[in-house]
């Protein structure tokens, strides 16, 4: 079996689990280790970009967004924060669906697939709104929620085309049904739609190909993916680098599994940078956007 890491630029890691040195991962059926939280690992402290850096950037993506340039763009920025364990205790105390650590440089707690292949059929789980479960009617709230459905729609719409690009038969499964994942201490709902394509018989003998051409992935980009890319390196201004790439195992033969690289935590030289983000529309406001970007820095620890 292959692993296989991709960052936001494309550049590729692929290796045989058998021969993982210093790199583990888990999926909600298979991991390459025993771990079991040894403690319970807390940010002590968040240090994110300032409002008026975030207003900059986020006024630059509205201007793309009324000129036509962009529908949807996932905006993100790094965080300096202070945590009370190592990389590899983050790792053993997450708990989520995907979670990688790699040679001490990163780690990552996601609860999004990219695709999955079970033999010559592909999908994909585009997640695109939330809101913390303990809301009054929560789920009523994030289903109505104009600003929510626009975006989830836009991304759908986007996953269907880049399905078509390497399959047939593309079609909407689930239509925005809604998750409960944790979040820190706290529990959020999550809404989520399912994407399925058929692949040609042969789709094994060129699989990496097949998954670059759908990167990067939609949920965080934006559509349409290539002028939105352009525009997220100008808004940005520094290098997601793993971050928003995904991860994957595969038999090369009948099945492939994948996570987009979000809920991550990166390992500087002195201290440690966590990068977090929101897809933005033009109905978007800026101070719930901001908001956004900082609540989604946490660590979803086992309980």
């Not at 529908?71 to 790094?78: D, E, F, G, K, R």
């Not at 101070?287 to 946490?298: F, H, Q």
Request: hydrophobic share 35%; net charge positive.
């Amino acid at each position: 079996m292959k692993f296989f890491l991709i960052d936001f630029e494309g550049n590729t890691y692929i290796e045989d689990v058998k021969n993982l040195q210093n790199v583990y991962f888990s999926f909600p059926y298979f991991s390459n280790h025993n771990f079991c939280a040894e403690k319970t690992c807390k940010i002590l402290k968040k240090e994110p970009i300032s409002f008026e850096y975030y207003k900059r950037s986020f006024e630059y993506v509205i201007e793309e967004i009324k000129k036509g340039n962009t529908y949807l763009l996932n905006l993100t920025h790094p965080a300096k924060i202070t945590v009370d364990c190592s990389l590899l205790d983050i790792f053993k105390s997450a708990k989520a669906s995907f979670k990688l650590y790699f040679k001490n440089k990163f780690v990552c707690f996601s609860p999004e697939r990219f695709v999955r292949i079970q033999n010559n059929k592909i999908f994909t789980y585009p997640m695109k709104g939330t809101i913390d479960a303990s809301v009054p009617c929560a789920k009523e709230k994030i289903l109505c929620d104009t600003k929510e459905t626009a975006e989830h729609t836009m991304v759908v719409d986007l996953l269907r085309n880049d399905l078509g690009i390497v399959g047939k038969n593309v079609r909407v499964n689930k239509f925005r049904f809604v998750d409960k994942i944790k979040a820190g201490g706290r529990e959020l709902l999550q809404v989520s739609s399912e994407i399925e394509a058929t692949l040609p018989n042969n789709w094994q003998y060129n699989w990496l190909e097949l998954l670059k051409q759908l990167l990067p992935a939609g949920s965080i980009s934006g559509t349409p993916k290539k002028k939105t890319v352009e525009i997220i390196k100008k808004a940005e201004n520094y290098n997601r680098g793993f971050y928003t790439g995904i991860f994957g195992i595969t038999d090369e033969k009948t099945f492939l599994d994948s996570a987009v690289i979000i809920r991550y935590i990166e390992k500087s030289k002195s201290f440690y940078i966590y990068k977090s983000g929101g897809g933005i529309t033009i109905d978007s406001n800026l101070e719930n956007e901001y908001e956004e970007l900082i609540k989604k820095i946490y660590i979803p620890n086992k309980r």
